[in-house]
């Protein structure tokens, strides 16, 4: 990938005018950029933080095939998200993976007449489900899953052996299993995609930290975060995937509808090395006394991930973990392993993502559709091209989106599609090992060309794939040493983050290119060791990196719940690696 300075100089040059804009880096715009490349056309992405920063790097960490929307009656979208999980399966294998998923139940028949109203679309409230209303759900779930099949049916599992592996609260009747699919790391998979665009069409280019700030004479202002200027692009069309931010994007192109009503969902990650032993492979998913609908499951031997919550939010600026949101996670996972009771001094890192969903009347949460929809709208006087602003849209169902939004634009630009993403393989996921076989074959060579023991190679085929081999020879004798307070990292992944993935901010490195904070890596020592590469390679003066050090900090401390670390501290272990 070319430098955020070097694309910065192309949008300056006057390269974006005349080409489709898409305003929005998240997976959802993402996804738009890359089908657009896939036929030949180059589009210009901008994106006002860094890509997957927003919305996009705080899902559930799932790809999932949208059992619960079966409650409302989207049976659509059921078999739309099954679909996609399973592409998704095929298409990137190095970050997403299957996982079963066990539904435990209060009763076996609670619930069936409220579920058969939902059903038929009589009532949109959730409501209590037994055992035998999720099972009819999975039987048609499974049904969806036919094409391109991945994953075992359900099956119910015995109570006894259940209750021997997790022990569930003493009112749990029955516990259902079935297959659905993890995703280890959606912002690299965010950042894979947008090299794949350009790279099938070097003409398109994405720009982090720019944003989108007004209109001048018919022309898009857009605003360099880094550096204060401004210059402008005239697209030919502009595509609005910004999410959450959506409306405001909108209003700042002359587009005064609004159109958003989202809600605000929050996770805990946990040190729990006890629950994470007893979860094993599985995860938890279960409903709330309120009829919600949480899940747990063990990230690595020490921890696991609590979710979720589902309230209303007007401002996602402003929107953070609260501390009534962590006492709403820590009483329903107590209310079904009382055993298990969290505390807080068990939490690691928290999040919290504003799912962009429909505007809609007051109500309960779950009710709102999760499908996603698109409004066009006409040029206008100030605003000499069309606008078509994209109105929900989820990770798992991203690359259908994306595909239904640019078929919906293509005839706009006098364009045709002349390629499918369907089958096309993503970033690391290119050649990835499928067998045993294969992938002792490519941890060998990846710990060949790195000389590095195989246990490391392969953590590096986990995190990056087929790409993990090129990582490894990039190794010098400074790149195979364990990153300080971060010994499963190497120096060497920094430096092939930061001179590759358009690394522009220190948070971008802990945060996203890495999971070292979402893996409650964030000593001092970790923190200012890649503060110390990124500063060499990307040519910080001493100011920059203490100014860098201490925004990501600040940032840990202050939306996830990151122990603030004394100043005097950082200082001297920063002195110190110096």
Request: aromatic share 6%; net charge neutral; glycine share 8%.
């Amino acid at each position: 990938m070319q430098s955020r300075d070097e694309v910065m100089g192309r949008l300056a040059r006057g390269e974006g005018d005349g080409r489709v804009l898409i305003i929005g880096g998240g997976i959802n715009g993402i996804g738009v950029f890359r089908d657009l490349a896939a036929q030949g056309i180059p589009a210009v992405l901008v994106e006002r933080g860094d890509f997957a920063s927003g919305t996009s790097s705080a899902p559930s960490r799932l790809i999932h095939g949208g059992l619960r929307y079966l409650e409302t009656g989207e049976f659509a979208l059921v078999r739309e998200s099954v679909e996609e999980r399973n592409r998704l399966l095929l298409n990137a294998p190095h970050i997403v993976r299957p996982i079963p998923v066990w539904v435990p139940a209060l009763s076996w028949t609670g619930g069936l007449i409220d579920a058969g109203l939902r059903f038929l679309k009589l009532k949109r409230t959730p409501g209590p489900k037994g055992a035998l209303a999720v099972r009819a759900g999975l039987v048609i779930f499974d049904h969806f899953g036919k094409l391109k099949r991945t994953m075992p049916r359900h099956r119910p599992v015995p109570i006894a052996a259940a209750r021997k592996q997790i022990p569930f609260a003493a009112d749990v009747r029955a516990v259902l299993e079935y297959w659905d699919a993890r995703i280890h790391s959606p912002e690299r998979l965010s950042l894979e995609l947008v090299a794949d665009a350009e790279a099938a069409c070097p003409d398109a280019f994405a720009a982090p930290y720019t944003e989108v700030t007004s209109m001048i004479d018919g022309a898009v202002e857009l605003l360099d975060r880094q550096t204060g200027r401004s210059t402008t692009i005239r697209p030919s069309l502009v595509v609005n995937c910004a999410g959450a931010w959506a409306d405001r994007v909108d209003k700042r192109i002359g587009v005064p509808d609004r159109l958003i009503g989202g809600t605000r969902g929050s996770h805990l990650v946990l040190e729990r090395p006890d629950l994470a032993a007893e979860l094993g492979d599985v995860m938890l998913y279960f409903e709330t006394r309120d009829h919600r609908a949480c899940l747990i499951f063990r990230l690595d031997e020490r921890m696991v991930l609590l979710g979720t919550t589902d309230l209303r939010v007007t401002n996602p600026d402003e929107s953070m973990c609260t501390d009534a949101e962590i006492d709403y996670l820590f009483d329903v996972l107590t209310d079904l392993l009382p055993e298990s009771a969290p505390t807080r001094d068990q939490i690691r890192f928290v999040y919290s993502g504003v799912r962009p969903l429909p505007l809609s009347a007051d109500g309960a949460t779950g009710a709102i559709s999760r499908d996603h929809t698109f409004r066009v709208f006409e040029p206008a006087p100030g605003r000499p091209f069309r606008v078509v602003t994209l109105i929900g849209g989820k990770w798992t169902t991203y690359r259908a989106c994306a595909e239904q939004l640019t078929d919906k634009i293509l005839p706009m630009i006098d364009a045709s599609r002349s390629a499918s993403t369907e089958s096309l393989a993503i970033g690391g996921g290119h050649g990835f090992p499928r067998t045993p076989e294969g992938r002792a074959a490519a941890i060998a060579d990846i710990a060949g060309k790195g000389r590095i023991a195989p246990e490391d190679a392969e953590r590096l085929l986990d995190r990056y794939g087929s790409l993990g081999a090129e990582v490894a020879a990039s190794f010098d004798a400074e790149g195979r040493r364990p990153l300080a307070g971060a010994p499963a990292y190497h120096a060497g992944e920094i430096t092939w983050i930061t001179t590759r993935e358009r690394v522009t901010r220190l948070e971008d490195i802990v945060l996203r290119r890495t999971l070292m904070a979402f893996e409650g890596h964030t000593s001092a020592a970790t923190i200012c060791d890649c503060a110390e590469i990124a500063a060499t390679l990307l040519g910080w003066n001493p100011e920059r990196k203490e100014a860098e050090i201490a925004a990501t900090l600040d940032l840990l401390a202050s939306r996830h719940r990151v122990p603030t670390q004394p100043q005097t501290e950082i200082r001297h272990v920063a002195s110190a690696q110096a």
